[in-house]
Structure formats: structure tokens, C-alpha cells
């Protein structure tokens, strides 16, 4: 007596290919080194795993030394962009898959901010440039019967593109005017004042106008382009700067 | 390896704010109103220069001294000259601007920048309007040929 069995055995399920895929991170430790230097990690990886997992990789199995900032993991926080292969991208939304891996992938921290350690940098002057642009609503009327302020579908379609921005810092530190001296407003500040600026909603316009035209607003702007590149939202940002720009001649959004 | 740019360790600040005129805003149109009138002023004196007529082979000195003796050409070529040499100037400042990072280097260079367009403008337009191909009184072995016939 023989027990019923399938004809053919059930289909295996195929075996997801992996790859070695060498990393190359520019670490520092301010308690001991003197300058940055590159050291290089094989972790095995699949396709549609992302930098943030081989960062991971290295932090959990090979060096728990290994800082970098992540919250989220899937590119809304803002926490980690890095420079991975030249270009400022968040290692959340970077597949492996996307990257040649025949050759190490370096990974560093952005660059014109202060870097306190490994992919770490102080992000304080950065953000410091975005508080100087008044990134909030200011209003002097109160809303009629005590609502909500309305606004048109075109009027809120006019700066939706700059409400997007997570403030993950890729396009200002990705834009070589705001390399040479810091001094530069920088991409995402300007993103955050435009976003106020063009709102139907806000009335201090003026204000922000005011402070962007300045020795460091909008001016050292060259269309570089760089910040558009950058942009894991994929925001318009010089768009946006050279919209500022317009609005400054003409006194008003 | 990817060329990096070493990363500052300290924070900036940010310098305070200039009180009075912003040249800034001021430099950023000059530099696309004189664009656009560049384009049409060097393209036509080009095409004056090169095209019309004889073309090249019609450029000698008695052709220079010709068109400078015309005020709509003498009030063309000086347009051109201020626009371009302060177009110029103000691009080169803007590069330095960017590139050097003492103060001391933007200083000097800057004013470099600025004693080359103000000697080359006014020499530049001293020439346009006082040139005389043919100045009195002076031998005429020194002349060109066609000051004779003057």
C-alpha cells in the first residue's frame, strides 16, 4: 500500500540572487583621527535592498562604531542623506539595484556642513538659514466666523511643488556656492520661504522677499542646477529660487 | 576616488546684515539687460566688420579710421565697450566671489578686477573720441596714403 502522492513535486520557489557589493565609507572619529579616511565593507546584499540595509548590515554584524542618522527608513523623515557614488541621495530611497556594483560604492557624509563623525554632520547652520526665512504662516486678520482661511485649487496649486521639501539638507549641501563660504541662504531655505511667498494665505510676504534679496539671498544663485538633481522629492528648486528671484523685482508674489 | 571638498569643522556665522542700497539685485539685471543688448551689438558688429561688402578683406586701417570717424559707429562701439568691459567685471567678481576664500585674496583681486575696467574703459573711450587718422601738422611719411587726398 502505497500513500498518495503528487504527481510532480510542488514548485520550488527560486532562490533570490545576492551580491557582494563592496561599500566604501569615509569614516572619522573626532576623539582619534586627524582627517577623514576611506575603509571599505563587503556585505551581501540583494537587488531591491537599499544603502540604509547595507549601512545596517555593517552597523548590526561587522562595526557597531558605524554612525549615521535614519528614522524613518523610507524617505519621509529626512535623517539620511549622504553622498553615495558623488551624488547627494537619502540611502532610504537608493536601491542596490540602481548602483553599479562592480566597483565599491562610496558612501560620505554631505558636504559644507560641519562633520562631527562618520556620515554625521552638524546640521545647525543649515537649519539655522532656514529659521531666518520665517518658515511660518503669518496672517494679521482672523478667518471669517472663526473658520478655516480658504483657498482656491490654483492658489494652493501655486507653491505645492515646495511644500513637498523634508528639509534632508541634499539640495544646500549639494550646491558649490553654499561650499565656498556657508554664507549662502542655500536651496532649501529659499524651497521654505518660496512655500510661504506664493501662499494666498500669508501676508508677509514682503518680509521674506526682503530678506532674500540680499549679499547671500538669491543673488549667488548660478543655476547650477545641482539642487534639482539632489532633491529626493523631486522638487524644482531652481524653479522655485528663480520664481523668488521674479517675485523680488516685481516687489510682490 | 571621487574628488571631495574637505568639510569645514565649525559652524559659520552668518555676517550681519548691511544696512543700504542692495547692488546685488542691481548687478543681477545689469548682467541680463546687457546680455541681450551684447548679442545684438557684437552680432552686428560682426557682421558689419566681416560680411557686408568685401567682408574681411576689406579690414585695414583706413577702414577703422573710416567707421570711428562716424558718430553712429563711434556711440556703437563705445555701448559695447561699457556694457562688455562692466559685464565682463561684474561676472569676474562674481567668480571671486565664490572661489576665493580669504578675505584678504577677494580684496585684492576685486580691485584688480576693478582698476583693469576703469583704465580700459576710459582709455577705451578717449580713443573712440578723439581718434584722428590724419592729426595735423604731422610729417607725411607718418600718414596713411589716404590722408592726402583729405
Same mark, same amino acid.
Given at each position: 500500500m502505497s500513500t498518495p502522492t503528487l504527481e510532480s513535486?510542488?514548485?520550488?520557489?527560486?532562490?533570490?540572487?545576492?551580491?557582494?557589493?563592496?561599500?566604501?565609507?569615509?569614516?572619522?572619529?573626532?576623539?582619534?583621527?586627524?582627517?577623514?579616511? /576611506?575603509?571599505?565593507?563587503?556585505?551581501?546584499?540583494?537587488?531591491?535592498?537599499r544603502i540604509?540595509?547595507?549601512?545596517?548590515?555593517?552597523? /548590526?554584524?561587522?562595526?557597531?562604531?558605524?554612525?549615521?542618522?535614519?528614522s524613518c527608513a523610507h524617505g519621509i523623515c529626512g535623517s539620511d542623506a549622504m553622498r553615495?557614488?558623488?551624488?547627494?541621495? !537619502?540611502?532610504?530611497?537608493?536601491?542596490?539595484?540602481?548602483?553599479?556594483?562592480?566597483?565599491?560604492?562610496?558612501?560620505? =557624509?554631505?558636504?559644507g556642513l560641519p562633520l562631527e563623525k562618520d556620515l554625521i554632520v552638524d546640521m545647525e547652520p543649515f537649519f539655522a538659514s532656514f529659521r531666518e526665512v520665517q518658515p511660518f504662516l503669518m496672517a494679521q486678520n482672523t478667518p471669517k466666523d472663526g473658520k478655516e482661511r480658504i483657498q482656491t485649487v490654483a492658489q494652493r496649486e501655486r507653491f505645492d511643488d515646495t511644500t513637498k521639501c523634508i528639509l534632508c539638507a541634499a539640495c544646500t549641501s549639494s550646491c558649490p556656492v553654499f561650499w565656498t563660504d556657508g554664507?549662502?541662504?542655500?536651496? =532649501? =531655505?529659499?524651497?521654505? =520661504?518660496?512655500?510661504?511667498?506664493?501662499?494666498?494665505?500669508?501676508?508677509?510676504?514682503?518680509?521674506? !522677499?526682503?530678506?532674500?534679496?540680499d549679499k547671500e539671498g538669491v543673488w549667488r544663485c548660478r543655476t547650477t542646477f545641482n539642487c534639482t538633481e539632489a532633491c529626493p522629492r523631486g522638487i524644482q528648486v531652481t524653479q522655485a529660487i528663480a520664481e523668488v528671484k521674479q517675485a523680488i523685482m516685481r516687489g510682490k508674489p | 576616488m571621487t574628488s571631495t571638498i574637505a568639510a569645514p569643522r565649525s559652524p559659520y556665522a552668518r555676517a550681519p546684515r548691511k544696512n543700504g542700497v542692495n547692488w546685488e539685485k542691481w548687478g543681477w539685471i545689469y548682467m541680463r539687460v546687457s546680455g541681450v543688448v551684447l548679442v545684438v551689438l557684437i552680432f552686428g558688429h560682426l557682421f558689419v566688420n566681416l560680411l557686408v561688402g568685401e567682408g574681411v578683406s576689406a579690414l585695414d586701417f583706413a577702414f577703422v *579710421?573710416?567707421?570711428?570717424?562716424?558718430?553712429?559707429?563711434?556711440?556703437?562701439?563705445?555701448?559695447?565697450?561699457?556694457? #562688455?568691459? &562692466?559685464?565682463?567685471?561684474?561676472?569676474?567678481?562674481t567668480l571671486v566671489n565664490d572661489y576665493a576664500t580669504t578675505r584678504? #585674496?577677494?580684496? &585684492?583681486?576685486?580691485? *584688480? &578686477?576693478?582698476? #583693469?575696467?576703469v583704465v580700459l574703459i576710459v582709455l577705451g573711450t578717449l580713443v573712440v573720441f578723439t581718434f584722428d587718422a590724419c592729426p595735423a601738422g604731422q610729417p607725411a611719411d607718418l600718414l596713411p596714403t589716404f590722408c592726402q587726398a583729405l
Open positions: 513535486p510542488p514548485a520550488v520557489p527560486e532562490e533570490i540572487q545576492s551580491f557582494t557589493v563592496t561599500l566604501s565609507v569615509r569614516r572619522f572619529n573626532p576623539e582619534v583621527d586627524d582627517e577623514p579616511h /576611506w575603509e571599505n565593507f563587503d556585505v551581501e546584499m540583494y537587488a531591491t535592498d540604509l540595509d547595507a549601512l545596517h548590515k555593517i552597523k /548590526w554584524e561587522q562595526d557597531g562604531s558605524l554612525s549615521f542618522r535614519r553615495i557614488n558623488g551624488r547627494n541621495r !537619502l540611502a532610504c530611497k537608493t536601491l542596490i539595484k540602481d548602483l553599479d556594483i562592480t566597483k565599491p560604492v562610496t558612501v560620505e =557624509a554631505i558636504k554664507q549662502y541662504f542655500g536651496p =532649501a =531655505a529659499i524651497v521654505n =520661504a518660496h512655500r510661504f511667498i506664493f501662499d494666498s494665505r500669508d501676508e508677509n510676504a514682503a518680509v521674506r !522677499l526682503d530678506i532674500l534679496n | *579710421a573710416g567707421k570711428l570717424s562716424n558718430p553712429f559707429w563711434q556711440w556703437w562701439d563705445v555701448s559695447m565697450l561699457w556694457l #562688455a568691459l &562692466i559685464h565682463g567685471g561684474n561676472g569676474m567678481r584678504v #585674496a577677494r580684496g &585684492i583681486l576685486k580691485s *584688480a &578686477i576693478l582698476v #583693469a575696467v
